[in-house]
């Protein structure tokens, strides 16, 4: 169970980092990473607006990480849910499968398709 954590530990701290990093990046230079679909196709994917979301968060502007990506920012909070219940039953009981937390999977996916669509038929 030690192992499990320190895993999730290391795991958290390398992301929080590399976020970090492209943070101050972006702060720096105004360099962002492109959406490689919207380059191609000229339409806008689901996670597109993304990094500018969390970018406003940070300066906590909520009204323009919604215009950046709603979707995603209405989702967070599940989630953070759902990826909080998957570490818990990884870390307690070793599991990586959880059919409540894959359904949060799935139906965050679905939405985010919908959104994907409806953000460029309007």
Known sequence: MIQRRNKVLRIALILLGIGALYA??????????????????????PGCGISRMFLALLHLDFSAAF??????????????LVGARKIYLY????????RLSDAGVWFMIVLLLLFGILRNIT
């Open 24 to 45: 101050l990046l972006t702060y720096l230079t105004d360099f962002g990473i492109p959406c490689l679909f919207y380059t191609v196709t000229g339409l806008q994917c």
């Open 67 to 80: 215009r950046y990506n709603g979707a995603v920012l209405c989702l967070l909070p599940l989630f953070l």
């Open 91 to 98: 870390i307690r009981y070793g599991r990586k499968k959880d």
